[in-house]
């Protein structure tokens, strides 16, 4: 299966150092990691919600990646507001099983800032330096 997942640059710098292939562990208070099912959604949130934050988290990514369909059945698809609002609800504490279902790399595919979309080439150069 294929997700998606929107993310500010605290996060991924953390996924850049983990070799692109985990996700790191929820803070206190975020009980739940929720990938989405389409680039669309995670772009509506990566441009509405992360790019337009006060500076210097004023950036929002777009990342996608592939679990393994074990993994998949194990988190039914849960609609988040409407059809077109679709995540999986991994709980914190099962997202490090959920990691080792991850397959490939995750793979940056998108950004913002002040919701405007910016060069992926520029864009990969910055979060190497980060």
Known sequence: MILFRPTGLKEL?????????????????????????????????????????????????????????????????????????????VPAENLGAFNQGIVGQIELVGAFRNKVVLPLDAVKTLVEAA
């Not at 150092?17 to 739940?32: K, Y």
């Not at 790019?51 to 609609?79: H, K, N």
């Open 13 to 89: 710098v953390l996924v850049r150092d983990s070799g692109w292939r985990t996700w790191p562990p929820r803070l206190p208070d975020q009980p739940i990691f929720y990938p989405v099912t389409t680039q669309s959604y995670a772009e509506k949130i990566a441009r509405d919600w992360n790019s337009v934050l006060p500076a210097p988290d004023d950036l929002g990514f777009v990342t996608r990646f592939e679990i393994t369909p074990d993994m998949a059945a194990r988190y039914p698809v849960q609609q988040a507001g409407g059809r077109e609002h679709e995540e999986l609800w």
